[in-house]
């Protein structure tokens, strides 16, 4: 029997969960060195999956496959194609860097006013580990009821790192910020938790007329034509799955839950949501609406390029008129996470292939600029955008590294979100032009709101609150030195990223059985 590789990329970092909230509680600093020693060991199992995934191999590699619920037809069935590879390394690499960032952010408060609560550091670690195990095994699940139970669970451990380890620099005061955090909580819980019912009722009524939830069975009757679904029931089931999907996405109108989350969480928590679990709901898009309901998404795709749109457009306005730099941040990601549900459903080779770099690069990027906005807000105490001026004279460094995190936001030429964007742009242009010239407006509000921000946070006269700020330490540097180093390097050679995904892409765009548009005009000869 085979080495589980995947089960064990999953299961370090749950048994680091564990073993971080054993450590007892005069030990913070020891459950820190943990936490961050067992996701280091995370790292190095993802990337043994990296080198042993072969891209022109089979569409799924390094299976597992176990018995699990029987009587209901539920196996424990793992597996991973190109772009779940992808995402995987993305994940492992970026938890340890969350975990430096946030090494402070859990710490006793000060402050011992009766009103201040302790923090209990081992458990913000422990939690952190935990999503990651899900994370990482919703990536490699195709057993269909199996991914949905990753799918919710990992709500859970998200709600207690948003409302009980929120963002200390409020500006309301320690009761308005308690209201705050629990509400942002509250309201993630709702609507993901609103967004997996329907997603269940989808999965029931799948195994009803598949008689399995295994994605491979099914996904092969229906290529032989051993398995039909009536075209009502594929486009009921098929709004369930994408309804929870866009939820997590998060898309235009179900997005309201995303600026709240961020804002209020810390800055590691903030990049845990959206460079981290909001992944799963894109990455879900592609492994099973498609490859479950080709028919039903090509019936779909109209109206999501509406919303997708919408998405890219409103985000973007809305990040130009915030007052408030973490929930700019947030906005600008429902932008770009309209950008990659773009890209999936425009049914282009380079639409997909652009998506789905688009989602590991703007985790990088996200990562970057939030944890440098992290670092900034930590030192000043607030979140508004107001209260800084003239950093860059007095922090140079961490003024240079927030430039280029929000230059790569706006997928500045040399940096990697360029090379995604353009392919998503090109991608739907070629099928739908209208929808690619409208979705440019995206990048000039991009740029707007970017160079707006550092214009008023890093330029100008030095604001007395800021002459005393410490520039970037060791541990700062060692979070965002390599982050910004993958920024410039998959900027000028995406090609270790496109191997692995466009193969993968090529099966999704099989499922659908869609090809890229000809040309108009021949090439001469």
Known sequence: MSFPLLTATAALPALGAIATAAVPAARRTAAKWLALVFSLATLVLAALVVV??????????????HAWISDFGVRYELGVDGIGVALLALTALLIPFVILAGWHDADPLEDTRPNRRWRPTQGFFALILMVEAMVILSFEATDVFLFYILFEAMLIPMYFLIGGFGDRAHAGGDEAAA?????????????????????????????????????????????????????????????????????????????????????????????????????VGTFAMLRFCLQLFPEASKWATPAI?????????????????????????????????????????????????????????????????????????????????????????????????????????????????????????????????????????????????????????????????????????????????????????????PKPLTEIVNPAVEHTLSDVQQTDPKPEVEAAP
Not at 218 to 244: C, K, P, Q
Not at 357 to 379: D, K
Request: hydrophobic share 55%.
């Open 305 to 493: 390029l509406v919303l997708a749109l919408i998405s890219i457009v409103y985000g973007a306005l809305l990040a130009v008129g915030q007052r408030d730099m973490k929930r700019l941040i947030a906005y600008a990601s429902i932008s770009h996470f309209g950008f990659i549900i773009m890209g999936i459903f425009a049914m282009t080779s380079q639409g997909q292939s652009g998506a789905t770099l688009y989602m590991v690069n703007h985790g990088i990027s996200t990562a970057a600029l939030m944890l440098v906005a992290g670092f900034l807000i930590t030192r000043r105490g607030s979140r508004l955008i107001a209260d800084y001026g003239g950093v860059q004279k007095v922090a140079p460094v961490l003024a240079g590294t927030f430039l280029i995190g929000g230059l790569a936001t706006l997928s500045l030429p040399g940096l990697s979100p360029f090379v995604s964007e353009f392919l998503v742009l090109v991608g739907t242009f070629s099928r739908y032009p209208v929808v690619g010239i409208i979705a440019t407006i995206g990048i000039v509000l991009a740029a707007l709101y970017v160079l707006v921000l550092y214009q008023r946070t890093m330029t100008g006269p030095v604001k007395a609150e800021v002459r005393a700020m410490p520039d970037l330490s060791v541990r700062e540097l060692v979070v965002v030195a390599p982050l910004i180093a993958l920024l410039l390097f998959l900027g000028v050679y």
């Open 179 to 279: 209201t705050q955090r629990s509400y942002a909580a509250v309201k993630f819980l709702l609507y993901n938790l609103v967004g997996g019912l329907i997603m269940l009722a989808a999965v029931i009524g799948l195994y009803t007329v598949a008689g399995t939830f295994s994605l491979s069975e099914i996904a092969e009757a229906r290529a032989n034509g051993s398995l039909s679904i009536a075209t009502g029931t594929e486009r009921w089931l098929f709004l369930g799955f994408f309804f929870a999907f866009a939820v997590k996405a998060p898309l235009w109108p179900l997005h309201t839950w995303l600026p709240n989350a961020m804002g209020e969480s810390t800055a590691p928590v903030a990049v845990l949501i959206t460079a981290v679990v909001d992944k």
């Open 52 to 65: 042993r995934f072969e891209p022109g191999g089979a569409r799924y590699q390094i299976t597992e496959s």
